[in-house]
């Protein structure tokens, strides 16, 4: 039992992957974001730095009473000079304001920005708490306008008197409005960014799930019909060139050759099983007719010797009819196993001829004819072809009519042996089986008749073994005629068989 546990599917696969390329491209513009916006922040603060620097004044005592810092302050630190003076002494370009908190409560500006937008406010510094403002060194604070969406960003310093126990703290604001408008277009930049390649990723998930998973996904259904015995089902891939298509193509052709190889079976089945009913309808009837006539001789029902001669020599006769089946039988099997033939350059014509002469010895009641072409010569095993050739002709001589004729042509390919009667002929679904096993013209299988039908299977096995091919054309009335067409095969190391002449 597996104990494998389950997967995910590429499907999955692919959207937590294409996920996890979304999560890092957002989480490397949120990065990105945060690192340019603290790095323009840590700039505006050495910008407050700079504007920061001492004055000279920076030491002198201040009065204790907060009515007078105005009065104490003045010509210690330079003040802002009034709408009615046409100095321009304390005029200078800047974006920074500047003053001193008292540590009375007062709040005292040194200068106010005089570049940019005129009409902004500046820092709105009653929103600091006490608890903002540090007791040594400086801090960093946020804080919004006096008026208006803007925000500044405020460094404070505590100072301390060193001629008295006074203190207060400096101020230095910058408004933060640049810093903002840069972040707020690089987070446009990255979310139209962002959204472009979620976009992209989505057709590429798309696209993937269209050419490779969705193809597969329909190829596992099918397998799936294939393996529940459907083999009418053909698998799908996607467009030409792609792994799935090639895939496809590859199983079709597997389960094309999966079909034909069962189908061969099945007839190879059918074909065996029709050949063992005939095999034992052929021996059924030998075999009765033996073990009949040994019962009567045991139970001596054959009294009189003419009764056990007869009996003898019909037991011989059914014997001996068992024996030709079964060397039939066994010379097809010879075949089946692919016997190594002995090809020797041989002249068909004078084999035919022999053939003939033989036949006509032995059948004079039949007129045999015999038409050559001249010398048709070919290597083959010549006890084979004469095998082959002389079951044919009895074949003609026992089932057909009075006359027949065998003829032999040649090309400069093939050497062709048609044999032709003049009998009754076959229908032609008889015909076009007439090279199988056991298959007779007679289909009642009358003992008067002969054979098992195994002669032209035998002659067709040795044909087929020489690369030939056997032909049974035949029309019920009108004869039948059979072809033997053997390829003119050299031998190695010998010359090509020469091109046969007609004769006169």
């Known amino acids: 039992m597996s104990d494998a546990r389950p997967g995910l599917s590429l499907k999955a696969r692919l959207l937590i992957g294409l996920s996890i390329v979304a999560a890092i491209a957002v989480g490397v513009a949120a990065t990105v974001t945060v690192t340019t916006h603290s790095y323009l922040v840590t700039q505006l603060e050495e910008r407050l730095k700079s504007y920061s620097e001492p004055f000279e004044h920076r030491g002198a005592p201040i009065d204790e009473v907060a009515s007078d810092i105005a009065d104490a302050l003045k010509g210690i630190i330079p003040q802002l000079p009034s709408s009615d003076d046409d100095s321009d002494a304390y005029e200078r370009p800047s974006d920074a304001y500047t ?33 903002d403002l540090p007791t040594s060194g400086d801090v960093y604070l946020t804080v919004g306008a006096e008026e208006g969406d803007d925000t500044f960003l405020l460094r404070i310093e505590y100072v301390e008197s060193p001629s008295s126990n006074d203190y207060w703290w400096e101020y230095t604001a910058l408004s933060k409005e640049g810093v903002n408008d840069a972040t707020q277009r690089l987070i446009v930049i990255e979310a139209f960014g962002i959204g472009a390649l979620l976009a992209g990723l989505a057709l590429v998930g798309l696209w993937v799930t269209r050419l490779g998973i969705s193809p597969m996904r329909r190829m596992v259904d099918a397998s799936k019909q294939i393996a529940e015995g459907d083999l009418s089902v053909r698998l799908e891939g996607a467009s030409a060139g792609s792994e799935s298509h090639d895939l496809a193509l590859a199983l079709n052709a597997m389960i094309g050759r999966l079909t034909a190889s069962l189908a061969e079976r099945e007839r190879s089945e059918a074909k065996l099983r029709e050949f063992v009913a005939d095999a034992s309808h052929e021996l059924r009837t030998p075999l009765t007719t033996v073990l009949g006539y040994a019962q009567l001789y045991r ?15 019909r037991t011989e006769a059914e014997a001996g009819r068992m024996k030709r089946l079964v060397e039939d039988m066994l010379e097809l099997a010879k075949y089946d196993a692919l016997p190594e033939l002995q090809r020797v350059e041989t002249d068909l014509s004078e084999l035919a001829a022999e053939v003939v002469g033989d036949s006509a010895a032995a059948d004079p009641d039949t007129e045999f004819a015999l038409e050559t072409e001249g010398p048709a010569r070919a290597a083959v095993d010549p006890d084979k072809v004469r095998q082959a050739v002389i079951n044919i002709v009895r074949n003609a001589a026992v089932h057909g009519g009075d006359h027949v004729v065998v003829r032999v042509s040649c090309t400069d390919g093939a050497v062709r042996i048609a044999v032709e009667d003049d009998g009754p002929g076959m229908s032609p679904e008889i015909a076009a089986r007439a090279s199988e096993r056991f298959v007779r013209g007679d289909t009642s299988r009358s003992r008067a008749t002969g054979g098992a039908g195994l002669g032209l299977a035998i002659t067709a096995a040795i044909v087929d073994a020489h690369g030939g091919t056997l032909s049974v054309a035949s029309a019920e009335g009108d004869g039948t005629t059979v072809t033997l067409t053997l390829p003119r095969a050299a031998l190695p190391g010998s010359p090509s068989a020469p091109t046969a002449q007609s004769s006169d």
Do not use: C, F
Not at 100 to 123: H, L, R
């Open 99 to 131: 003053g001193q908190i008292s540590s009375k409560g007062g709040i005292y500006p040194n200068y106010v920005a005089n570049t940019g937008d005129s009409s902004s406010s500046g820092p709105d510094l009653l929103s600091i708490s006490g608890s």
């Open 299 to 313: 139970k001596g029902a054959l009294a009189d010797k003419a009764d056990v001669d007869d009996a003898w020599e």
